[in-house]
């Protein structure tokens, strides 16, 4: 009751009433109200309370001396001062000898590296200015991205750059130094700084500070993805994505890095960092893995050391790194996710690093709500310490967006199988498979051979993996109709089977394959344009109307960016990957059971659509005809891959026939052996019926006298251990009359 009364009368209190109307003012009125209102004040208390407010001004100044400027107005105009002149540069170097180019992004190059140290200076050095360093940052990163994303200009001399970047102290003293190859990858160098802003944010700002990191952290994800996210909490390290293997976890049980090489029956394969082999574990729970790991060696504190670091998360060089912390020795500590903590941290900021772990999974969260995918799901999964609370509330939330688009049913079925879910996999591909697109394949495959590697589901597999062959088959034969549209004349199909009759490389021949080309192409079909054919291949994009046939695709001019995702629809549209669809699939059925059969069922009928696969030689003609042609090339990808497919399957099957043909006359030769062994002992009545040994042979008649060799025979030597019986009908032919181990000439 008496709190409750302390309360009330707390938030009456006049401080704490003009505290709430200040932090809701704009900054611009909260500057105004300072200096008109609250300084003169300081005129009218007493003497005491003035000494000991300007005593604690004074020792704020004296902290903040040097305090490094962030102009960041001044830095804009000079950046954007440069960018201009590398596109005048761009157009000059038309006419002129040399560009400038690579001077020009060297100098905004080094000016935004140099100005990292101020930002990390103010952030973490006089923990002020928080968010102004982020605005910082955030021009840092958008400029960045703008030089490497540049859609009309090489970026060979940007992405080869090679950028030294120190981080020291005002004392001198370092605390970080990266050699990064390639100006796109200074943004590891933004993630750093990053993270001791938020840690220092959260050590040493007030509540206003705490509260902004939520917009901030959604500001990082917009301009850079959620994976910029995840790798400002390893300080701008790479981190391996991948689930369960090949990633190395800290386990403190065993005080070093380990990673799980793989599962064989009851046994667990782990590698440490420590051994120069890998270690057997009995086999546990994933969950419990960490604490079977104890049976490593114990302790060792080189391990820790971020300057190493554990392999997988990216490298950058710390040679120059200096502890300049009595107490800034503090490692991870929690379990099998967890990023390692900075050397040059203090215990207060250290201690922060589990708030800001919760920071950063509630963003990653709120991108996952949004935008589901694999890759951020198990990011999720290895950056929080309870893995099995993670999954059940990923699960339980995926299981109720799986099927509202095809972007969430995508991410569904990719998970699901990376999970190892082939029961969740059946229930959304039973309702909800029309929901799939053509560039949906991969997450469609991993989803299949996870039901292809359990009996239960395996039938079903098979009947996918069949289909989709099929219909990249027929996808394929649809797109190869629109160069060759005169295939399925009767006269070319009978030309087609008189060819095939002919054995490879038989005089006239080639003739025929070129007639028969030149027979079933399209009419009106053209050859490449010379001067369009020239400047293909001097690397000159062409101009528009120098090809008419190239008129027709809406990605002929286009293809300067090849690797564009916003034109990812387009492109799978109208040049479809036949090539990887179909070897993707093919790998999947090799993967299952029943899948060898299953791949000859789809050669008979690949034969029956597009029997010219058989001749090897005609494929390589169709596809010289088409490789003139740029808007083709995905067609000639996907024809190759189908003949070779046709190449393996028959050459599969004509071995398969011989095999069989040997194990029929195998058959044959020991059924008619079996017969006349039978007959034998029928005439034979002193033959023992389980005794497979031959009749004996009938000895010459003796003339009297006893050669050496009936001498022998007569006394031959019986193997210790066998009856006498077992020799009785076999004559002992005594040594060779070629010599000891001879043979004798047998007609």
């Given at each position: 009751?008496?709190?409750?009364?302390?309360?009330?009368?707390?938030?009456?209190?006049?401080?704490?009433?003009?505290?709430?109307?200040?932090?809701?003012?704009?900054?611009?009125?909260?500057?105004?109200?300072?200096?008109?209102?609250?300084?003169?004040?300081?005129?009218?208390?007493?003497?005491?309370?003035?000494?000991?407010?300007?005593?604690?001004?004074?020792?704020?100044?004296?902290?903040?001396?040097?305090?490094?400027?962030?102009?960041?107005?001044?830095?804009?105009?000079?950046?954007?001062?440069?960018?201009?002149?590398?596109?005048?540069?761009?157009?000059?170097?038309?006419?002129?000898?040399?560009?400038?180019?690579?001077?020009?992004?060297?100098?905004?190059?080094?000016?935004?590296?140099?100005?990292?140290?101020?930002?990390?200076?103010?952030?973490?050095?006089?923990?002020?200015?928080?968010?102004?360093?982020?605005?910082?940052?955030?021009?840092?990163?958008?400029?960045?991205?703008?030089?490497?994303?540049?859609?009309?200009?090489?970026?060979?001399?940007?992405?080869?750059?090679?950028?030294?970047?120190?981080?020291?102290?005002?004392?001198?003293?370092?605390?970080?130094?990266?050699?990064?190859?390639?100006?796109?990858?200074?943004?590891?160098?933004?993630?750093?700084?990053?993270?001791?802003?938020?840690?220092?944010?959260?050590?040493?700002?007030?509540?206003?500070?705490?509260?902004?990191?939520?917009?901030?952290?959604?500001?990082?994800?917009?301009?850079?993805?959620?994976?910029?996210?995840?790798?400002?909490?390893?300080?701008?390290?790479?981190?391996?994505?991948?689930?369960?293997?090949?990633?190395?976890?800290?386990?403190?049980?065993?005080?070093?890095?380990?990673?799980?090489?793989?599962?064989?029956?009851?046994?667990?394969?782990?590698?440490?960092?420590?051994?120069?082999?890998?270690?057997?574990?009995?086999?546990?729970?994933?969950?419990?893995?960490?604490?079977?790991?104890?049976?490593?060696?114990?302790?060792?504190?080189?391990?820790?050391?971020?300057?190493?670091?554990?392999?997988?998360?990216?490298?950058?060089?710390?040679?120059?790194?200096?502890?300049?912390?009595?107490?800034?020795?503090?490692?991870?500590?929690?379990?099998?996710?967890?990023?390692?903590?900075?050397?040059?941290?203090?215990?207060?900021?250290?201690?922060?690093?589990?708030?800001?772990?919760?920071?950063?999974?509630?963003?990653?969260?709120?991108?996952?709500?949004?935008?589901?995918?694999?890759?951020?799901?198990?990011?999720?999964?290895?950056?929080?310490?309870?893995?099995?609370?993670?999954?059940?509330?990923?699960?339980?939330?995926?299981?109720?967006?799986?099927?509202?688009?095809?972007?969430?049913?995508?991410?569904?079925?990719?998970?699901?199988?990376?999970?190892?879910?082939?029961?969740?996999?059946?229930?959304?591909?039973?309702?909800?498979?029309?929901?799939?697109?053509?560039?949906?394949?991969?997450?469609?495959?991993?989803?299949?051979?996870?039901?292809?590697?359990?009996?239960?589901?395996?039938?079903?597999?098979?009947?996918?993996?069949?289909?989709?062959?099929?219909?990249?088959?027929?996808?394929?034969?649809?797109?190869?109709?629109?160069?060759?549209?005169?295939?399925?004349?009767?006269?070319?199909?009978?030309?087609?089977?008189?060819?095939?009759?002919?054995?490879?490389?038989?005089?006239?021949?080639?003739?025929?394959?070129?007639?028969?080309?030149?027979?079933?192409?399209?009419?009106?079909?053209?050859?490449?344009?010379?001067?369009?054919?020239?400047?293909?291949?001097?690397?000159?994009?062409?101009?528009?109307?120098?090809?008419?046939?190239?008129?027709?695709?809406?990605?002929?001019?286009?293809?300067?960016?090849?690797h564009d995702p916003d034109l990812e629809d387009l492109r799978e549209e109208f040049r479809p990957r036949f090539k990887q669809r179909f070897e993707g699939w093919t790998e999947i059925a090799q993967a299952i059971t029943g899948g060898a059969a299953l791949q000859q069922q789809v050669y008979r009928e690949t034969l029956q659509l597009m029997p010219f696969l058989r001749a090897s030689d005609i494929v390589d003609e169709m596809v010289g005809r088409l490789a003139d042609k740029?808007?083709?090339?995905?067609?000639?990808?996907?024809?190759?891959?189908?003949?070779?497919?046709?190449?393996?399957?028959?050459?599969?099957?004509?071995?398969?026939?011989?095999?069989?043909?040997?194990?029929?006359?195998?058959?044959?030769?020991?059924?008619?052996?079996?017969?006349?062994?039978?007959?034998?002992?029928?005439?034979?009545?002193?033959?023992?019926?389980?005794?497979?040994?031959?009749?004996?042979?009938?000895?010459?008649?003796?003339?009297?006298?006893?050669?050496?060799?009936?001498?022998?025979?007569?006394?031959?030597?019986?193997?210790?251990?066998?009856?006498?019986?077992?020799?009785?009908?076999?004559?002992?032919?005594?040594?060779?009359?070629?010599?000891?181990?001879?043979?004798?000439?047998?007609?």
């Amino acid at each position: 009751m008496s709190s409750l009364g302390r309360g009330g009368v707390s938030s009456k209190l006049p401080s704490s009433r003009f505290t709430t109307i200040y932090n809701a003012l704009p900054a611009d009125a909260q500057q105004e109200l300072v200096e008109k209102h609250l300084i003169p004040l300081l005129n009218q208390v007493e003497k005491v309370r003035f000494k000991k407010a300007f005593a604690h001004a004074s020792e704020l100044h004296r902290r903040h001396d040097g305090l490094p400027e962030l102009n960041l107005k001044a830095k804009r105009m000079e950046i954007n001062g440069l960018l201009d002149e590398l596109q005048r540069d761009a157009k000059r170097s038309f006419v002129k000898d040399r560009s400038h180019k690579k001077e020009l992004l060297g100098e905004a190059i080094d000016s935004l590296t140099d100005w990292l140290n101020d930002i990390w200076s103010v952030v973490y050095e006089h923990n002020v200015n928080f968010i102004h360093a982020h605005k910082c940052l955030m021009f840092v990163a958008g400029i960045l991205d703008h030089l490497a994303s540049g859609r009309s200009s090489c970026r060979c001399t940007f992405n080869n750059m090679f950028v030294t970047v120190t981080i020291k102290r005002k004392s001198g003293k370092h605390v970080k130094a990266f050699n990064i190859n390639g100006a796109q990858n200074i943004e590891q160098v933004l993630f750093f700084i990053w993270r001791d802003l938020f840690l220092s944010m959260l050590a040493a700002g007030n509540e206003h500070h705490i509260s902004q990191i939520s917009d901030m952290l959604e500001d990082i994800e917009d301009l850079m993805s959620w994976t910029a996210l995840e790798r400002i909490l390893y300080g701008g390290k790479k981190c391996s994505r991948a689930s369960g293997k090949d990633v190395w976890r800290f386990w403190q049980s065993s005080g070093c890095f380990c990673r799980v090489l793989g599962q064989a029956k009851d046994m667990w394969l782990i590698e440490s960092q420590h051994d120069w082999w890998p270690i057997l574990l009995p086999s546990v729970s994933p969950d419990d893995l960490g604490v079977a790991l104890s049976s490593l060696a114990g302790s060792h504190d080189d391990c820790f050391d971020e300057v190493s670091g554990a392999e997988g998360y990216g490298s950058e060089s710390n040679s120059d790194i200096e502890d300049d912390d009595s107490d800034a020795d503090y490692y991870d500590d929690d379990g099998e996710s967890g990023p390692q903590h900075a050397r040059h941290w203090s215990s207060r900021v250290s201690n922060q690093m589990d708030n800001f772990r919760k920071h950063i999974y509630t963003a990653m969260m709120s991108v996952f709500k949004v935008a589901p995918s694999q890759p951020l799901y198990t990011a999720l999964c290895q950056i929080w310490p309870d893995r099995l609370e993670t999954d059940h509330e990923l699960q339980h939330y995926l299981k109720s967006i799986a099927v509202s688009s095809s972007e969430t049913f995508a991410a569904a079925l990719d998970i699901y199988a990376t999970e190892d879910l082939p029961d969740e996999i059946i229930r959304i591909l039973d309702t909800h498979q029309h929901l799939l697109r053509p560039r949906d394949a991969s997450a469609l495959q991993n989803a299949i051979l996870t039901l292809g590697q359990t009996n239960t589901h395996n039938a079903r597999a098979l009947q996918v993996v069949e289909k989709e062959l099929l219909d990249t088959v027929r996808a394929l034969r649809a797109a190869l109709l629109v160069s060759f549209s005169q295939l399925e004349l009767t006269a070319n199909k009978e030309e087609l089977q008189q060819i095939l009759k002919l054995r490879s490389g038989a005089a006239g021949r080639q003739n025929r394959v070129e007639a028969w080309i030149d027979a079933v192409a399209t009419p009106g079909t053209n050859g490449p344009n010379p001067i369009a054919f020239a400047a293909m291949m001097m690397g000159v994009p062409l101009v528009p109307g120098m090809d008419p046939m190239e008129d027709a695709d809406p990605l002929g001019y286009l293809d300067l960016d090849p690797h564009d995702p916003d034109l990812e629809d387009l492109r799978e549209e109208f040049r479809p990957r036949f090539k990887q669809r179909f070897e993707g699939w093919t790998e999947i059925a090799q993967a299952i059971t029943g899948g060898a059969a299953l791949q000859q069922q789809v050669y008979r009928e690949t034969l029956q659509l597009m029997p010219f696969l058989r001749a090897s030689d005609i494929v390589d003609e169709m596809v010289g005809r088409l490789a003139d042609k740029p808007n083709k090339h995905h067609v000639c990808d996907g024809l190759d891959a189908l003949s070779h497919f046709v190449q393996r399957q028959r050459k599969k099957a004509n071995n398969a026939r011989i095999l069989q043909r040997q194990r029929d006359v195998m058959r044959s030769t020991s059924a008619t052996s079996s017969t006349t062994l039978v007959s034998i002992s029928a005439m034979d009545p002193t033959a023992d019926d389980a005794s497979d040994i031959p009749p004996p042979l009938e000895t010459p008649p003796s003339t009297g006298t006893s050669s050496p060799e009936a001498t022998t025979s007569a006394t031959a030597p019986t193997p210790s251990g066998l009856p006498a019986s077992f020799f009785a009908h076999i004559p002992f032919a005594g040594p060779s009359r070629l010599g000891t181990g001879g043979l004798e000439d047998v007609d």
